[in-house]
């Protein structure tokens, strides 16, 4: 590659963000936790992505919650001035291709060429990046991802020596929270990095996000929430509209996401989300005393019972669990039509558990609203096996389940979001209406003071 083109392109990083571009060409991971329109994507495809694609041949993806995100914002966005992004910030000579409805950038690379192409990972779109080479990734919005892609990803990160930069701002105490906590302790590999609005400042020394901005977000009726996760770059707030964003907030404070043994005196109970199409899902939980030990987690999709029966098998054999009860929603006694002619009765989802050993009690019949209301209850009593990575995934679910965002009314709608953690969140309700009727308190006496003067001291209250 002979031009002599500039590189970057019509882009110049501010003075905050050049300690962020050293440790870049220092060989460190970026880990960013800047505030909403603090540049963070900028940055990212300017400094680093672009120019890494054009020095190393090789691919590069561009990763983010959604597909549409990653189009809206990079392949067909435009900066803050109206420029069209792609146009401004990419040599038009050192586009060898533009591959629009895969949106894969081909361009010119010292001795070949590299591919710069944007993913999604909800609706198990990371499946996608599965197999494909990896030289260096960002990952963007990553606190609203599903952190199975960097699972894929990142394997392939360190095959190829490449990096990786994470950006994102605050969705509670999530995963994003968890890696970011990991790199800053591992100076030696990672560069970590909060940027609230008080820290962020353009080339003129002028703040990007000026109190004033702000204060028109509170005079539009923005929560204090909100703008300390949004702007202030707080993990320590319950997630804008999710059902237990507040009160898995309050677990981790408490200490209760920690190591669990498993007991052996006492039995395994398990609670299912059904599904085949979408997600089937089952908590594995111990009454321990008053406490709800929640030990382990499942999710597939597209299984019969026969797999499931051998995940539970397979933890009897590996991990000497033995189980009680097996709970499910109450419609899996509704029948479905046979899976062919010659099959003249049609059976119900639990006659078929039935026939490979699985016996299920059902989940006593209540309203969304009331078993959503079961699980905030029953989360005062929960711990977390953390040391099952299918409890972390499940506490990820947890604390992003929530409402749909309604973009004519910018603001949660009165119903539950159609995404991956509804199915974890289902099966965590079910167990907690399950433990509600069983160990249903009996008086108001029985509350926990220092849980409530905790709750207090959470919302400010």
């Given amino acids: 590659m002979d031009l002599e083109i500039p590189i970057p392109y019509n882009y110049k990083e501010y003075d905050w963000q050049q300690p962020i571009v050293e440790a870049f060409f220092d060989n460190k991971d970026i880990w960013m936790n800047v505030h909403r329109r603090g540049g963070k994507d900028l940055l990212s495809f300017c400094r680093f992505l672009l120019p890494s694609a054009l020095k190393r041949p090789g691919t590069y993806p561009y990763i983010w919650p959604t597909l549409k995100q990653g189009r809206d914002a990079i392949w067909e966005g435009k900066d803050e001035t109206g420029r069209d992004f ?64 960097r699972d894929v990803i990142t394997p392939m990160i360190r095959k190829t020596n490449g990096w990786e930069v994470i950006n994102s701002t605050p969705n509670g105490n999530n995963h994003f929270k968890r890696g970011y906590d990991s790199a800053d302790r591992n ?9 609230t609005v008080e820290d962020t400042f353009d080339h ?32 320590n707030q319950g997630i804008e509209g999710t059902y237990l964003g507040r009160q898995m907030q309050l677990a981790a404070n408490d200490g209760r996401m920690l190591g669990l043994a498993y007991d052996e005196s006492v039995p395994i109970n398990t609670a299912w989300d059904l599904g085949v199409g979408d997600f089937m899902s089952i908590v594995f939980y111990q009454m321990i005393g008053n406490w709800v030990h ?34 499910a929603p109450f419609d899996i006694k509704d029948r479905e039509m046979g899976s062919d002619s010659e ?6 989802r ?61 603001e949660y709608a009165d119903f539950e979001a159609p995404n991956i953690h509804k199915h974890g969140g289902a099966a965590f309700r079910y167990m907690a209406t399950v433990v509600t009727e069983e160990t249903h308190l009996a008086n108001y006496d029985d509350i926990d003071d220092d849980y409530v003067k905790r709750c207090d001291e959470f919302t400010g209250l």
């Fill in 86 to 149: 792609m146009k401004t910030y990419v040599p038009s000579e050192l586009i060898v291709r533009m591959d629009n409805q895969d949106m894969k950038l081909t361009v010119q690379s010292v001795g070949g060429t590299s591919q710069i192409q944007i993913f999604g990972t909800n609706k198990l779109q990371y499946k996608d990046m599965r197999g494909k080479p990896a030289n260096g990734a960002v990952f963007s919005e990553f606190s609203r991802q599903d952190p199975r892609g």
């Fill in 187 to 195: 100076p030696k590999y990672n560069y970590t990095i909060t940027a």
């Fill in 204 to 235: 003129d020394l002028k703040r990007l996000v000026t109190e004033e901005a702000i204060q028109r977000e509170r005079d539009n009726d923005r929560t204090e929430d909100y703008i300390n996760q949004e702007y202030m770059c707080s993990f």
């Fill in 294 to 327: 929640i030990l382990d987690y499942v999710e597939a999709t597209g299984y019969s019972f026969l797999y499931y029966a051998h995940k539970l098998r397979e933890r009897t054999t590996q991990k000497g669990f033995y189980y009680g009860t097996h709970y």
């Fill in 343 to 348: 099959e003249i009765m049609a059976l119900s």
């Fill in 350 to 410: 639990k006659e078929k558990a039935e026939r490979i050993g699985i016996t299920f009690d059902e989940v006593e019949r209540t309203s969304f609203a009331n078993s959503v209301d079961n699980a905030r209850a029953i989360l005062r009593r929960c711990k977390f096996n953390t040391d099952s990575k299918g409890v972390q995934l499940l506490i990820t679910h947890l604390e992003q389940w929530g409402k749909k965002w309604s973009e004519l009314n910018q």
